[in-house]
Nanobody, 121 residues
Framework: QVQLVESGGGLVQAGGSLRLSCAAS????????MGWYRQAPGKQRELVAV???????NYADSVKGRFTISKENAKNTVYLQMNGLKPEDTAVYHCNAVVRTITPLRTSTFWGQGTQVTVSS
């Protein structure tokens, strides 16, 4: 129905920057919200940042002031600019989208496969 394709992960030194992208495609009528979650080894998946259709944003306390989420509506794409990266930011980052699909006509949540972000000290 809906596919989320992430890109931009990698290995970076502490203090460095990365930009993640996530493009949604498929049977999309509208997107209510898109966001990023992350899961570190041995830990639960946690919210990093989310942006709504109205461009309202919400961030985890641990990333406020360092990460910025943005979107490009025409491309159904969300971005996560990550600055001042720390070793504790190391995780698999998953894109999430709440989408009203055309077929079937309903609202569902979709997940990307994830992209690895590794921050070395």
């Amino acid at each position: 129905q809906v596919q989320l394709v992430e890109s931009g992960g990698g290995l970076v030194q502490a203090g460095g920057s990365l930009r993640l992208s996530c493009a949604a495609s498929g049977s999309i009528f509208s997107i209510n919200a898109m966001g990023w979650y992350r899961q570190a080894p041995g830990k639960q998946r946690e919210l990093v940042a989310v942006i709504t259709s109205g461009a309202n944003t919400n961030y985890a306390d641990s990333v406020k002031g360092r990460f910025t989420i943005s979107k490009e509506n025409a491309k159904n794409t969300v971005y996560l600019q990550m600055n001042g990266l720390k070793p504790e930011d190391t995780a698999v980052y998953h894109c999430n989208a709440v989408v009203r699909t055309i077929t079937p006509l309903r609202t569902s949540t979709f997940w990307g496969q994830g992209t690895q972000v590794t921050v070395s000290s």
